[in-house]
């Protein structure tokens, strides 16, 4: 068996695997082709007192400008397996838009929501990705899980203890990512559907998303911060819910006019920060304090992120 540690690339610009494009270098990355050589490296990384984060697409997170020193995962783990009774497993590295696709094309739905969801389907479920009122956990049977003690388990979607924007699995990563589960695969019951239909729907989705999503063509992470209204819904968008949503507060506090070298609060939508490809992984981190205080100031109300920092920031 080769040692993974021969396909450990070495001072790697982390900019590239984020969609805000900032962060410094990993002092050694892998790009995991398969769920092996994903435990692999985690063991070999355990082993040798390596510091290790598993991450997808980069569409939730900023890397410090200081980058990770340690080993940076990247999944790119891809098989889907479709079982009987609409049951489908599926790696944690396959892309979401890829995974509903592959849906769609043996007339299974419910996840249309998700193609335009940048990310994996591990990043996905780590954070409970959603849209339009649904949760990407919503039709989860299970998933398999490797524990931080080596051992693998599989966890049914009430175990994973999903809210709005969380799971426990990222919960406790919160407090100490070591502690917390990586996710190598889901298995998700889908409902029977025709593709022409599901396609539509998806055609239809992203306009309304189109709308609603900044103009330009800059980096982004979609939303900064989590809506303290919580899960929005087709029923409770009224006015009470947009006045509370994180976009509404962030506007209303003036954080359009917030803008650091390269990077700024969007004018099409104040939750999202655009960077034009000169900011700084600090610029962000910055951007982002000044967005709390502002809405602090004015609204008394203290947001939480979305985003995830990862590594030192000052
Ligand atoms: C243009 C744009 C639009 C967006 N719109 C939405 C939206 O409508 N709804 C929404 O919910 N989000 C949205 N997002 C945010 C983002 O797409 C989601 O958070 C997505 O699920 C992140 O997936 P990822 O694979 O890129 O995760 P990453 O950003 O790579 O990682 C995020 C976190 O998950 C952890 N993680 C990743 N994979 C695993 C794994 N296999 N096991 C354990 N932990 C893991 C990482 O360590 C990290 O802590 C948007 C982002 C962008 C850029």
Not at 54 to 82: H, K, M, R
Request: proline share 3%; aromatic share 8%.
């Amino acid at each position: 068996m080769t040692n993974i540690s021969s396909k450990f690339q070495t001072n790697i610009p982390l900019s590239k695997y984020s969609r805000m494009r900032v962060g410094g270098d990993a002092k050694y990355l892998l790009e995991a082709k398969d769920l092996n050589e994903i435990i692999s490296a985690i063991k070999y990384a355990q082993e040798n007192n390596i510091d290790y984060i598993v991450v997808g697409e980069g569409a939730n997170i900023i890397f410090s400008d200081y980058g990770f020193d340690g080993l940076v995962i990247i999944n790119q783990s891809s098989t889907i397996s479709f079982l009987e009774n609409n049951l489908v497993i599926v790696d944690s590295g396959v892309k979401n838009n890829h995974f509903v696709l592959k849906c769609a094309e043996k007339n299974l739905g419910g996840l249309d929501y998700l193609a335009a969801i940048p990310g994996t389907i591990g990043g996905a479920i780590y954070g409970n990705a959603g849209a339009f009122g649904n949760f990407i956990t919503d039709l989860i049977e299970s998933v398999t899980l490797f524990l931080p003690d080596g051992n693998i388990a599989i966890k049914s979607k009430s175990q994973l203890k999903p809210l709005y924007r969380s799971t426990l699995i990222k919960r406790v990563a919160k407090r100490d990512k070591r502690l917390s589960p990586i996710i190598l695969s889901a298995k998700f019951k889908l409902m029977s559907s025709h593709s022409e239909t599901i396609i539509k729907s998806i055609k239809e989705l992203d306009k309304i998303r189109q709308k609603r999503q900044p103009k330009n063509k800059y980096f982004v992470s979609g939303s900064t911060f989590k809506n303290p209204a919580g899960r929005p819904s087709g029923k409770n968008e009224n006015t009470e819910f947009i006045h509370k949503t994180a976009a509404w507060l962030l506007d209303d506090s003036g954080a359009k006019k917030i803008k650091i070298d390269g990077a700024r609060v969007s004018l099409d939508n104040a939750n999202w920060i655009e960077n034009n490809g000169k900011a700084a992984a600090q610029d962000i981190y910055a951007i982002v304090s000044e967005m709390k205080k502002a809405v602090l100031a004015k609204h008394q109300i203290k947001l939480e992120e979305e985003i995830e920092f990862i590594g030192k920031f000052e």
